[in-house]
């Protein structure tokens, strides 16, 4: 059974940082694209930041770019996402997201509340 957990979320000031975890259990880490979503109220779900399994090559959204840093643990099976210089905009439900290297397959998890007001 595969299983992403994420945690880490929670209310937080502009211009505060969070570190989200997503850990992965039920699939073999290392084959899989790692990435963190996210879905504001009222938008679409967008992807924030991607990083592939074996060379750790990174990808931003650009409205996210030098804030946020996504790094992974091949051998923990965990994926983090560090968030710094949050803004009212970075409010939304993010979502860890797997994806095999060599297929179609791919898993979501059930998603962690970030909250960022004063």
């Known amino acids: 059974q595969v299983q992403l957990v994420e945690s880490g979320g929670g209310l937080v000031q502009p211009g505060g940082s969070l570190r989200l975890s997503c850990a992965a259990s039920?699939?073999?880490?290392?084959?899989?694209?790692m990435s963190w979503y996210r879905q504001g109220p009222g938008k679409e779900r967008e992807l924030v930041a991607r990083?592939?399994?074996?060379?750790?090559?990174?990808n931003y959204a650009d409205s996210v770019k030098g804030r946020f840093t996504i790094s992974r643990d091949n051998a923990k099976t965990t994926v983090y996402l560090q968030m710094n210089s949050l803004n009212l905009d970075d409010t939304a439900v993010y979502y860890c997201?797997?994806?095999?290297?060599?297929?179609?397959?791919?898993?979501w998890g059930q998603g962690t509340q970030v909250t960022v007001s004063s």
């Open positions: 039920g699939i073999t880490f290392s084959t899989y694209y």
């Open positions: 997201h797997a994806r095999f290297l060599w297929g179609v397959k791919d898993y």
């Open positions: 990083i592939s399994p074996t060379t750790g090559t990174t």
